[in-house]
């Protein structure tokens, strides 16, 4: 390879790197606004649940666990020791303290 090939091809090579460089940190900050609107939505869509379980707990009061059938005490059970007995999260663990309007849904929704 000659010298001045050799050099062309080195400056090609650079000014690839640098057009790459500005893609990356175009690319870093797409991701950066996605992940923060992700957690944005996390949050807002945790609170949405809680309202959710809260206003169907003001319009429809919880009955003792002996009202409901054998089946259900069980699930109830279980979503009690902090799993998910709901179809979309079945059987993944709940967050200490976090409560799910989906379960609640499947264990007091046909009341
Ligand atoms: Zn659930």
Partial sequence: MAKTDLFDEFLNLSNQSADLAKQ?????????????????LRMENQKLREQYVAAR???????????????????E?????????????????????ESCAFCL???YGDR
């Fill in 105 to 107: 849904e499947a264990l």
């Fill in 57 to 75: 707990g003001a319009a429809q009061p919880k009955r003792t666990s002996s009202a409901l059938p054998a089946s259900k005490q069980n699930l």
């Fill in 77 to 97: 059970k279980i979503y009690g020791e902090g799993y998910h007995v709901c179809s979309k999260f079945y059987g993944q663990h709940l967050e200490t303290g």
């Fill in 24 to 40: 990356l940190a175009s690319l870093k900050d797409e991701v950066t606004a996605v992940l923060e609107q992700n957690a944005e």
